[in-house]
Each structure stands twice: as structure tokens, then as C-alpha cells.
């Protein structure tokens, strides 16, 4: 099928590099005429394994076009999907201009019958104001084309994203029409060959899967946060307590580990916005509102504890800081606990040194370098005269290293686990004072 992409961003890369990747014939086009060079020559503007591989191959084999031209694009696709940014607006609710915009020059540009998908993650009505934008400018040049919208939300994980678009758990499709559902069933049947569903349902409870599928899982990770800081509280062990009601096929133990809080361009934005949705229907979502109060009262805590350790005092204390993307296998900081953390112990004086294998750049565009932050280019170069560790993200490459080095490095041997990556008991026999989540440390 030919196939166009407006928005060659996380979502919209991945999307367009995965169908071109099955065989279809797909244009990627972005505004950003840097990014879009960039592509046409292989380099991607992310970190996502085996994302660079896939681009490369399909511009190769001339299945995958980046361009600007936002006519072209049009015209090329029977298949219209967006993928802009949908971003956290003022009071809380998704920015949908960008959706608009593209929406009205698909409108200035139609040539023909399309189906437009929504791919950007997007609150329920969207779908009527693409319609009605794309119809204006229809009237607008005083044309009739046929269009169908459709709602095809995305359920990708940064880190496996590729993986994910290549072996689907589901695909959500809504629409209206039972002809654009047939289209988007043999769109898909590449993808999911493994008989994992296609789901075809209206647009509207399209729409509202997509945050309500974050949402859930949003909660599972504040739940345990909650019943971790209750352990705390009470000597229980959280990590016990977790396979204990994890084994229970009614939970499951995905999303069920306990740490400093969610973040990334998913959670925090699409939590917000879907409170915003239900508000602005006369209903007050209490579960929801819980789930982002306790996930930022976990930054806090965390920072609390550290503090407390010392008395209060970090004033000119050198700390290590391991971690600063939001989750492993990308360099995503958006929302990202680590900013909150920084932010708060350079306020109280502290000395950080950080690391972390693939954010540093966009940790730096994002704060530049603040008296008392510096970014060393090790793990264990962060450690050096260090009087305290603070592991806020669970990369591969922290769970095992050399304890008798950090050991050696560190001033003071002591760790803050955000993440619970080692086992106490051990760490105490190998003379560290440890500090986790939800469990008896030193």
C-alpha cells in the first residue's frame, strides 16, 4: 500500500520505518528540514535498538522517503496517518493544534478519496474535529473527496518499540465504516500473523483505550509505590510483598516494581489529560488524581531520604548519580524523575556528578551545566570521592558491577537504590550502607 506520515518524531518514525518494512511503499514528512536531511541520509534524531538498522535498509531498498513537502505526501498516500506531538496544554488537556493543522493542509491538498488515521495519542471527540477541519478547507476550494477518519491509537514502549509494531499484543482500529476496517485489517495482517487480535471498535472508545491503557498501568506503578512506602513504614518487604500478589494471574507482575515514579512523554501527559476529559464531562476522577499525587510524592520522598541521611545538610557533599532518562534503552528524559531529583539536591547545595549511558546530551541541552553538576563519562568516573550513590534509572549495566572499585572510588560507601537493582543482605556484607525502596536497607 502506498502510505503517508505526517511527523517523523518518536511515534511517527517507528510507525513509518516498521510498515515500510513489510513492504509498503511509505513518505515521512516533518517540517523539520534539519531532521528530514538528517533521515534522508540514515541518522536518526533518537536512541531506539534496531530502529537505525530498519531506516537504513527501507531508504535502501526505496520503500521509506523522507521529505518536507507536505503536498507530496498527500498526494502519495491512499493512507493518511498523524503522528505529531499532542503536548500537555495549560490547563492540562492535550494540545491538539498541531493534529488541526495537519488536518486542514490535508484538507487544502486532497486529491482523492483518503482515510486519515490518528496515530497521535489524542482525547475522545478528535476524530469530529479532523473531520470538520479537513471538510472546511474542502469548502473552502469549493471541492468534494470522499474521506474516512480513522482512530488507530498507538501502544509502543521506548526501548522496544520496533519489536512492539513488529509483533503487536493487539491493534486497535476505530472507525465507522465497515469497507475502512476491512482496509486497515489488510494493513495490518503482516503484523499479526501470530493471530494476536485486530480489534475493530467505534472511534470515540478507540480514543479513549489508548489513555485508559496508560492510565492502568500508570496505577499500577503508583500502586506498588504506595504499598512500597507502607513496607517502609511497617518492616514488610515490598519486593516480597510483590511476587506475593504478582503471582496472581488476576495482577500479573508487569509494571509492578517499585521505584521513584513514572514518567516519559506517555504517562504524566496522557494522566493529565484524561483527568482534564473527565472533568470537563462533570465527572471528578478520584483514582486518577491518587495516581499522580503518590508518583510525585515518590520523587520527593526519594529526595527526602537522602537528606535525612545527612542530617539535612548536603551542602558541598559530592554525590554519584546513575541514571537520568526516564526508563533504560533510551535517551528520553521528558518527565523524567531524575530532573526533579537534580533539581532538588542542587537547590539544597549538593555537588553531583552523573552519568548515564545514552541522556547525557539531552540532559545537557535541557539544563545545560548548573554550578554543582557535572556529567562524568563513567559509571564509575561519577563515583570518584563520592559520599553517597543515587541510582534513579535501571539500566542492564548497573544490576552487576564491580563493588569492590565503587567501593574503592566512593568517600563514603553509600547507596540509594530508586530502583531496588541489588539485594540487601549482600550489599551489607560487602560494607555498604543501603538505602531502597520499600525494603530494609544497611
Known sequence: MKLAM?????????????????????????????????LQQGRIPIYEPGLEDY?????????????????????????????????QDTDGSADLSAVLAVAREIGRHMNGY??????????????????????????????????????NPEFLKEGTAVDDFMKPDRVVVGCDDVRVAELMKELYAPFVRTNHPIIIMDV?????????????????ISFINEIANICARTGADVDMVRRGIGSDPRIGNLFLFPGVGYGGSCFPKDMQALIHTARSRGYEPRILEAVEAVNL?????????????????????????????FKPLTDDIREAPSLTIISRLLAAGARLQAYDPKAMPAVQAHLGEPPGLSYA???????????????????????????ERMRSLMKNPVIFDGRNLYHPPKMAKLGFRYFPVGQKGE
Open 114 to 151: 483518503k482515510v486519515i488515521v490518528e496515530k497521535s495519542t489524542v482525547p475522545v471527540g478528535t476524530a469530529l474535529l479532523v473531520r470538520q477541519a479537513v471538510s472546511e478547507e474542502l469548502r473552502a476550494r469549493g471541492v468534494e473527496f470522499e474521506f474516512d477518519v480513522v482512530s
Open 297 to 325: 510524592d515518590q520523587r520527593r520522598y526519594f529526595v527526602e531520604k537522602v537528606l535525612d541521611f545527612f542530617h539535612g545538610d548536603v551542602q558541598d557533599r559530592v554525590l554519584a548519580v546513575w541514571g537520568l532518562s
Open 204 to 220: 470515540v472508545s478507540a480514543e479513549l483505550t489508548k489513555y485508559a491503557a496508560n492510565a492502568f498501568l500508570a496505577t499500577k
Open 377 to 403: 563519562p563513567s559509571g564509575y568516573a561519577a563515583l570518584q570521592g563520592a559520599e553517597a550513590l543515587l541510582i534513579i534509572t535501571e539500566w542492564t549495566a548497573f544490576r552487576e558491577p564491580d563493588f
Open 6 to 38: 505526517f511527523g517523523a518524531g518518536y511515534v511517527g518514525l517507528v510507525t513509518a520505518t516498521c510498515f515500510a518494512e513489510m513492504g509498503n511503499e511509505v513518505v515521512c514528512m516533518d517540517t523539520d528540514a534539519a531532521k528530514v536531511e538528517a
Open 55 to 87: 531506516v537504513r535498509r527501507n531508504l535502501e531498498e526505496n520503500r521509506l522517503f523522507f521529505t518536507t513537502d507536505l503536498a507530496e505526501a498527500v498526494a502519495h498516500g491512499l493512507i493518511l496517518l498523524i503522528a505529531v506531538g499532542t503536548p
